[in-house]
Antibody
Framework: EVQLLESGGGLVHPGGSLRLSCAAS????????MSWVRQAPGKGLEWVSGINNSGGSTYYADSVKGRFTISRDNSKNTLYLQMNSLRVEDTAVYYC???????????????WGQGTLVTVSS | EIVLTQSPATLSLSPGERATLSCRASQSVSSFLAWYQQRPGQVPRLLIF???NTATGIPARFSGSGSGTDFTLTINSLEPEDFAVYYCQQRSNWPITFGQGTRLEIK
């Protein structure tokens, strides 16, 4: 069974940093592209960032470009999101999500982890 | 950026009825469109990809249609667990974008 377990969320002041992790199991992690998608409280879904299976290609939403960095460690089956210069509007539940198809970047998301809440507030 | 507009915002139906949800793109996304379901308190799950393909494990009452700019998610014979929020998502152009969602509620 595919499992994605996010961690690292919490309360941070504006301008601060956090590093999210997503521990993957139940599939060959190194074969699949991965993404981060966020959902502000009571709001819709917003794609944040994606990375191909090798880690050689990364993609970002304009709203986070230059502030967030996605990476992965295939030896540890873990996806990361380094978030710097955090803003109040970054407050959201952050989900990691797996590409449903191997060795491709389809930019569809299935399944999703349970999410980790990031709150940016003074 | 491609804007996806979903309608209606809220749809009130009874179990057993058919639901028809719409997603319109601000420019063509070809067939590169997906639908997700998010039940209350749960994470989103993929229902349909590439406009018409049903994801693994999704019941046959869910179907997708459309191409270009106009897409439809149809749910035949609604079950109680189908009452949720539905999002469309395009992968045709960067950035990847989602619609604002349609809430399907019990009438």
């Amino acid at each position: 069974e595919v499992q994605l377990l996010e961690s690292g969320g919490g309360l941070v002041h504006p301008g601060g940093s956090l590093r999210l992790s997503c521990a993957a199991s139940g599939f060959t992690f190194a074969t699949y592209a991965m993404s981060w998608v966020r959902q502000a409280p009571g709001k819709g879904l917003e794609w944040v960032s994606g990375i191909n299976n090798s880690g050689g290609s990364t993609y970002y939403a304009d709203s986070v470009k230059g502030r967030f960095t996605i990476s992965r460690d295939n030896s540890k089956n873990t996806l990361y999101l380094q978030m710097n210069s955090l803003r109040v509007e970054d407050t959201a539940v952050y989900y990691c999500a797996k590409d449903p198809f191997p060795a491709a970047v389809t930019n569809y998301f299935d399944p999703w982890g349970q999410g980790t809440l990031v709150t940016v507030s003074s | 950026e491609i804007v996806l507009t979903q309608s209606p915002a809220t749809l009130s139906l009874s179990p057993g009825e058919r639901a028809t949800l719409s997603c319109r793109a601000s420019q063509s996304v070809s067939s590169f469109l997906a639908w997700y379901q998010q039940r209350p308190g749960q994470v989103p799950r993929l229902l349909i990809f590439d406009a018409t393909n049903t994801a693994t494990g999704i019941p046959a009452r869910f179907s997708g249609s459309g191409s270009g700019t106009d897409f439809t998610l149809t749910i035949n014979s609604l079950e109680p667990e189908d009452f949720a929020v539905y999002y469309c998502q395009q992968r045709s152009n960067w950035p990847i974008t989602f619609g604002q969602g349609t809430r399907l509620e019990i009438k």
